[in-house]
């Protein structure tokens, strides 16, 4: 297998000056002799499109716009870029510079949004973090990607200071910004955000340098760091825009947690990169994003599958005025038909779309149309303006319309490599494609249906069963309200199916009605042959299904 290495970003290109380019001198300085400088170097520099500037493009687009709003703070595109300024410059004095990596642990948050952009204006490599994790966890994450600082929510900083106190070389995180109230040990990131002085730091950054570490949620593993660059995403910033016709004059929520590469680089990045209104709301609380949408006039919603169920069984869908809804996306995990069917009966005026993809496609991949949405129920749709995709068999031959197979993909928009790791690297690269993981069907018309994933594909006394098929007919039946299917351990069968199974509030459901339900619908050996219910299911902060959690509890007491 080739050796797969990513470059070491501080080695990879020479600084230079200014990324805005020839501009005014600073107050004492002396203009740069531009003769001097290597006129590659120059042509590079004005070429140059990095995440670093694209705020600065859209701020001097539309200053006065509405850029971000959080609780009580509303910031214009020429505040909001006034403050990454400051937050950059108050970064470098503490000794962070371009190639570093800088972790980022806390719930969204406006500073949070800050500290990203701020990073990637250095090119300081950020590293978020799922806040749900465990100091152990975190540490690993720290370790693995060899970070040398941290900016933790205050409520997170004990969690953050135990993880690197687990580290073999504590005193390498020399960097800790607490977001919130002030925390011993931690400088404050409020008064980063305040330093003086707000000029455009001189970094210069290319394309293609590493600009985050994103890690996969490790749901059912080790997470993985997948290595991300500009080039990459503003690829898919641009299949965002054209494939879910986003706009400048849209004001959209962003609830679900912004270390997700969803909701930061589907949504928030190609919002600012326009010059649209984000309302940055702390986690997806459905009776705040409810009232959020009838306050703030929201046109578009981005939630996974468990988001936009929690939001048609809350009491407040019926009552606010939702009228401003414009657009619906949802992604991250499978949509039930049925819940897409009372999306679309519920919010008729809405367009609907489907988003799907990895973290390692920054994260995009395809998509499903709203005038798709009945006629092509389920589908993920078809490949994005960016991006190739194929359905290969286990040798990445093609297979036909119709048959089962892995989801792979071609694109600027895939990431650079996993950070550390060639060999997982040049596996999920093999024969020049990227490997999702993800299992599919593919019709004769190009659209994408996902299977399952190939870890959760349940081999049952020698056949396949697909978890999703058997979690789609039980969303069927009307008592149910959420199902998450997965395998269990069968002296018989080697593997068994099962579920776990929400009921909707004011209704009741046996086991056994169940499995007489599915057994009327679904082969045998499809079945489940054990079902819970339960209050509700494990998931993580991005709303996906924590299927690993299932079988643990079904393993623990099987009865």
């Not at 850029?67 to 108050?90: C, H, K, P, W």
């Not at 849209?250 to 649209?276: I, N, R, S, T």
Request: glycine residues 6%.
């Amino acid at each position: 297998m080739p050796d797969v290495v990513l470059p070491d970003p501080a080695l990879s290109v020479p600084t230079i000056a200014d990324p805005a380019g020839p501009a005014p001198a600073r107050s004492g300085s002396s203009p740069p002799d531009t003769a001097l400088l290597d006129p590659a170097a120059l042509v590079r520099r004005a070429r140059r499109q990095s995440i670093g500037d694209l705020l600065r493009r859209t701020a001097a687009r539309n200053p006065d716009a509405t850029a971000i709003v959080f609780g009580e703070l509303r910031q214009t595109y020429a505040e909001l870029d006034s403050a990454v300024n400051r937050m950059a410059n108050a970064i470098t004095e503490r000794g962070i510079g371009r190639g570093d990596r800088v972790a980022m642990l806390g719930h969204n948050h406006h500073a949070y949004v800050v500290t990203w952009l701020a990073l990637a204006r250095l090119g300081v490599i950020s590293v978020p973090i799922n806040f749900m994790l465990k100091a152990d966890e975190v540490a690993f994450v720290l370790a693995h990607a060899g970070a040398v600082g941290i900016v933790a929510e205050d409520t997170l900083t004990t969690v953050a200071d135990h993880a690197i106190a687990a580290l073999d070389d504590p005193s390498a995180v020399r960097l800790r910004g607490a977001i919130g109230e002030a925390v011993d040990g931690w400088g404050a990131v409020a008064d980063w955000i305040a330093h003086p002085d707000d000029r455009a730091p001189d970094v210069d950054v290319a394309d293609d340098d590493p600009i985050q570490i994103m890690y996969t949620s490790g749901t059912e593993s080790r997470p993985k760091g997948a290595t991300l660059s500009s080039r990459a995403l503003i690829a898919q910033y641009i299949s965002c825009v054209v494939e879910g016709r986003m706009t400048a004059d849209d004001v959209e929520v962003h609830a679900l947690p912004l270390y997700h590469c969803a909701q930061l680089h589907a949504f928030l990045m190609p919002d600012l990169y326009l010059g649209a209104t984000s309302i940055v709301l702390p986690g997806p609380d459905p009776a705040d994003i409810l009232a959020t949408i009838e306050r703030e006039r929201v046109t578009k919603l981005f939630c996974p599958p468990t988001v936009w169920i929690s939001l048609l069984r809350h009491p407040d869908f019926d009552t606010r005025d939702l009228s401003s809804l414009r657009k619906g996306y949802y992604g991250a995990s499978i949509m039930p038909v049925e819940v897409l069917r009372e999306i679309l009966r519920r919010l008729p005026d809405v367009a609907l779309f489907n988003l799907y993809g990895q973290t390692e496609m920054s994260p995009l991949a395809t998509f499903l149309a709203p005038e798709d949405q009945e006629r092509k129920a389920g589908s993920a749709g078809r490949a994005v303006l960016n991006v190739e995709t194929l359905i290969v068999d286990d040798d990445d031959v093609p297979v036909p319309a119709g048959t089962i197979g892995e989801i792979i993909h071609r694109s600027p928009q895939a990431m650079l490599g996993y950070w550390n790791d060639p060999t997982k690297t040049a596996d999920t690269f093999r024969n020049g494609w990227l490997h999702s993981g993800d299992l599919g069907v593919i019709d004769d018309e190009g659209f994408i249906t996902v299977v399952d994933r190939k870890k959760d594909m349940i081999k049952t006394g020698g056949e396949n069963v697909a978890s999703r098929e058997v979690e789609e007919m039980i969303y069927a039946h009307p008592a149910v309200s959420e199902v998450a299917v997965f395998s269990i351990p069968d002296p018989k069968w080697i593997e068994a199916v099962a579920a776990a199974v929400v009921v909707r509030e004011g209704q009741h459901l046996e086991p056994d009605e169940i499995i007489a339900f599915c057994r009327q619908h679904l082969a045998g050996f499809k079945v489940p042959k054990s079902v819970r219910i339960v209050a509700g299911l494990p998931k993580n902060a991005s709303g996906k299904v924590l299927k690993r959690e299932l079988r643990d509890v079904a393993a623990a007491d099987p009865s």
